[in-house]
């Protein structure tokens, strides 16, 4: 019979896994809405623009390139880290081509809503399992404890930053982005609320 201990962490691997399995999901209802996506996912999408590759492949190499800015930082690699990296593109990219075609407004509208939900419900489950930041947190945190400054003037930084290189390359900005920026930080927050993830942890993606 499995340890306690291990079957605690096969639970929170099983439980990371999942996250991110729909996460990506979330992460691709985003995208086909067409209405604007995250500051991330236009500088990945800017990225799928300019070389060809597919939105999930371009956010791994987006986080592939962030993780590798990790190490000036000395931010500590998890389990969850590396896996966050490498899967939810691959899962976006997996569940993109089972999302039916949508020309209605209000009904991208609708399918952005709900993504953003689904986005955030996962993110504090994933969260929960403590395997480690996700790459994008982790460099804000780094940067912000280099430099010295409050995490949301360094994150405000990074995203105007990403949002403005991604736009350039053909990302597209549109209404979702204002939207995912005004409502997604209190979702998250009663997502980890939810799975029990102490207030004073950040959103990881």
Known sequence: MPSK??????????????GLFIYGL????LVHSNIGIPPWDVFAQGISAQ????????????????????????????????????LIGVWCDVWTTFLPTIDVYWMRVAEFIIAMFIVALMT???????????????????????????FW????????????????????FGEGTIIFAVCIGYLMQR???????????????
Request: charged letters at 15%.
């Open 51 to 86: 070389t060809g590759w597919t939105f999930g492949w371009s956010t791994v190499a987006v986080s592939v390139i962030v993780l590798i800015c990790w190490l000036p930082l000395r931010q500590r690699y998890g389990i969850g880290t590396v896996l966050n990296g490498l």
């Open 191 to 205: 997502s980890m609320k939810l799975f029990g993830v102490p207030s004073t942890k950040r959103p990881k993606k």
């Open 26 to 29: 979330g992460i691709a209802m």
């Open 5 to 18: 201990s291990s079957q605690s962490f096969a639970y929170r691997f099983t439980k990371l896994n999942v």
């Open 153 to 172: 003037i360094v994150r405000t930084m990074f995203e105007v930053t990403v949002l403005t290189i991604g736009i350039l390359m053909g990302g597209k």
């Open 124 to 150: 504090g489950m994933y969260i929960s399992t403590n395997f480690g930041k996700g790459p994008r947190d982790g460099i804000m945190v780094g940067t912000a404890e280099l430099l010295g400054w409050p």
